[in-house]
């Protein structure tokens, strides 16, 4: 079966959901081409798709999925209800109808209430974290615009404790690995929809983690995250991260519980099939 992934090619998740698990059950092409298209068995589109996909597939007749993965347009979603939200996606997956979709998560699946396949985000593959005796160095990956308010009192936390915070280092140079968002970035929408990617990070590399319960994080966890929702939530996990031994446990447990590329592929592939079966 040939399977032809696509997409605007310029989103970290494109180089996760289409290069990295694009590679692992086909060919990948960002912005391909009616003639691409012709020649794959089943096409998936990730993310944001345009006007000339749905024209070029259309006229191809090969049969697609949609990756939905952050696909809604942010920040203007912070300030949608979820009736506003489910709305918009179940009338664009109406309007440009493929014949399957793709869920970063269940709660946006069960939300919307439509079929589909449920695949969450694999870890990337990066180094294994050693487990230091003391914990040093508290980290962040991703754009600091999300962290707002947030990331003062993690540099409060950091600095009470003689720690240092530092921004988009390898997680293999972090003791422990933050995840939040704040302000116009943080609605009801990305609380429930985004996927869980800095979490599994974390679990593939056993970086211990600290950061909000959205809903693919805990869908996906292991049972040893911290979660936090206030000011003294984000010391409690400092304490409780504290001490060697229970880093190291928490680190065997994400490693053992690792949402790996082959996994997220044999899915992707095993539903592939059974559309083009059905």
């Known amino acids: ?34 003639d691409d298209f012709k020649k794959a068995d089943l096409v998936v589109a990730v993310k944001r798709i345009t006007p000339g ?42 309007q440009f109808r493929p014949d399957g979709v793709i869920w970063p998560n269940a709660c946006m699946q069960g939300d919307c209430d439509l079929p589909g396949q449920v695949i969450y985000h694999h870890a990337r593959q990066a180094p294994v974290n050693p487990i230091r005796e003391k914990v040093a160095v508290v980290g962040y990956q991703g754009s600091e615009k999300y962290l707002g308010v947030w990331r003062a009192a993690i540099e409060a936390e950091c600095a009470r404790r003689g720690l240092l915070f530092k921004v988009n280092i390898p997680l293999d140079e972090m ?22 990617v800095k979490m599994a990070n974390a679990h593939g590399t056993g970086t211990p983690f600290v950061g909000q319960p959205d809903n693919a994080y805990r869908e996906t966890q292991t049972g040893l995250e911290c979660w936090v929702q206030s000011r003294s939530n984000l010391s409690q996990s400092f304490d409780k991260l504290e001490p060697y031994e229970t880093r190291l446990e928490i680190h065997k447990r994400f490693i053992d519980n690792t949402i790996k590329l082959e996994s997220v592929g044999d899915q992707l592939q095993g539903y592939a099939e059974t559309l083009l079966r059905d």
């Not at 992934?5 to 009616?34: D, E, F, M, Y």
Request: aromatic letters at 10%; glycine letters at 12%.
């Open 175 to 196: 003791d422990v690995v933050v995840a939040f968002r704040d302000g116009v970035h943080n609605g009801d929408v990305q609380r429930r929809w985004k996927s869980n």
């Open 53 to 94: 996909f749905i024209r070029a597939i259309g006229e191809s007749g090969t049969p697609w999925i949609w990756d939905l993965v952050d696909f809604y347009p942010q920040p203007q979603c912070s300030t949608w209800t979820m009736a506003v939200a489910v709305k918009w996606v179940r009338r664009k997956i109406k």
């Open 1 to 34: 079966m040939r399977i032809l992934i696509t997409g605007k090619g310029s989103s970290g998740s494109w180089q996760c959901r289409g290069v990295q698990l694009g590679g692992q059950v086909g060919t990948v092409k960002a912005r391909a081409s009616l």
